[in-house]
């Protein structure tokens, strides 16, 4: 038989289901892909903050460390617990490796999804985010915002494979980035925004990509209280999108929208409430 490091059995359900409302005014139960974030840790040495849905908790964190190339085999791993009451994962090993601070002060944000080193700092000042209660968005202007997003997505529609951002006021795009990954697109924003001194308060946010806890964070760090996307959500995204009384949209596309959260800041047009 192979070898096999004693390993917990700690996977969590891949979807949980949430009520939205869509373009017709009607309340769909609405499956969305759980999210959760997991801590690394090697011989109680924190490594990194992995996104994950859940579903292999175990095996992600070894994939994790033989990919990066901190262990050398998988003999060299005693054994892998997971405990989500601490949303952790602490990998014990038989034979440290000898150059882990070495590895670790060279680690690079890649363009890849769902892996990030700040996010519980990130999360510990989200609480402080206040954005502005009486921004208001209608149907009639999210369409036209929908329209505008098409016409822009350039890079796309040539070569596909990359993910496009806009900051909107209105239905007019201020600016619109395009990127490998979603969140270089968000940031890019970010950094445009503060250098010119924009505020977010009357702002709509677009994103091609899901909307998962670090979508939601970034956009409220920029303070814009709209965030939409043509794809769906997460669980983490829906949950933090609540806490921050932002409205949320999704899997918009042409007059089609899932309404998830800040219904009480969106408007339908009269037309489509007749």
Known sequence: MPYRPQLTSAARPATVTIAAVNERGETVPTPIAGEHPLTLYIDKREVVTLMTLGGAPEALAIGYLRNQRLVARLEDIAAVQVDWETDSVAVTTTRPAADLEARMEKRTVTTGCGQGTVFGELLEEFDRIALPSDARLDEATLYALLDAVRQHESIYKQAGAVHGCALAQGAEILMFVEDVGRHNAVDAIAGRMWLDGLDGGDKVFYTTGRLTSEMVIKTAQMGIPFLVSRSGLTQMGYDLARRAGM????????????????????HKSAAAVA
């Open 247 to 266: 409205t949320m949209i999704g899997r918009a596309q042409g007059k089609h929208y899932l309404l998830f959260t800040g219904a009480e800041r969106f």
